[in-house]
């Protein structure tokens, strides 16, 4: 599938590095999202872009970082992480313009991190 | 905030029989439920969705119904086979989507 692809599928990374998750759509949707999924808890929704602005923002630390410069990009740029912050990343899209999130989410295959 | 709650968190049936997988939501403005299937290693898929005007709604082996007053929906899984062993979500929108907490279910040959 190549719908919504995530990169890098795999990052290990110290508390002090700077690193950034990429998520790109080719389904022409307008709204964006990133999930947090640790195990054994729900998915976190994160972050919601629709139309390029960000209408959600569920009490993210600050060490997280949104960045959406078009309706098919997406980043997450990270800095000063903790260990607690080691879980598999979600990307996904919709195509609703509204942020109604009433419409099919469609899934990235993730970055898996891994903090030192 | 929206609170969805999913059981049983794992659930083991023989090939053939049955699965059912239910989930409660606290916010009575939820109007969507969609259903997520994510296999190991891979990407959450939808499944089956509901809306809040419909009760119930079937896709093959697949059924989903929705008791909005007591505000609890249910996934059934009928025929059930090896490949139906997967981790199930369930989640709810009102003015914002909230996941249950999973079901790993196995189906043993």
């Known amino acids: 599938e190549t719908g919504v692809t995530q990169t890098p599928r795999h990052l290990v990374m110290g508390m002090t590095n700077k690193k950034s998750l990429k998520c790109e759509q080719h389904?022409?949707?307008?709204?964006m999202y990133w999930y947090k999924q640790s195990a054994k808890k729900p998915l976190e929704l994160m972050f919601v872009?629709?139309?390029?602005?960000?209408?959600e923002n569920n009490s993210v630390p600050s060490r997280f970082s949104p960045e959406c410069p078009n309706s098919s990009h997406l980043f997450l740029h990270l800095h000063t992480l903790q260990p607690e912050d080691s879980a598999l990343y979600l990307c996904?899209?919709?195509?609703?313009?509204?942020?109604?999130?009433?419409?099919?989410?469609?899934f990235g295959p993730g970055t898996r991190l891994t903090v030192l | 905030g929206e609170n969805v709650e999913q059981h049983p968190s794992t659930l083991s049936v023989q090939e053939g029989d049955s699965a059912v997988i239910k989930c409660t939501y606290s916010?009575?403005?939820?109007?969507?439920f969609p259903w997520y299937k994510q296999e190991l290693g891979k990407r959450p898929q939808l499944i089956i969705d509901?809306?809040?005007?419909?009760g119930e709604k079937k896709d093959q082996r697949i059924a989903v119904t929705l008791n909005k007053t007591a505000k609890h929906f249910s996934l059934h899984i009928t025929e059930t086979q090896p490949e139906d062993s997967a981790v199930y979500f369930c989640?709810?929108?009102?003015?914002?989507?909230?996941f249950g907490s999973g079901t790993q279910l196995t189906v043993l040959p």
């Open positions: 996904a899209s919709s195509p609703l313009p509204d942020g109604a999130f009433t419409d099919t989410q469609y």
């Open positions: 389904l022409g949707h307008n709204a």
């Open positions: 872009y629709s139309l390029e602005e960000r209408v």
């Open positions: 916010d009575s403005a939820s109007n969507y």
């Open positions: 509901i809306r809040s005007n419909v």
């Open positions: 989640a709810a929108i009102a003015r914002q989507l909230t």
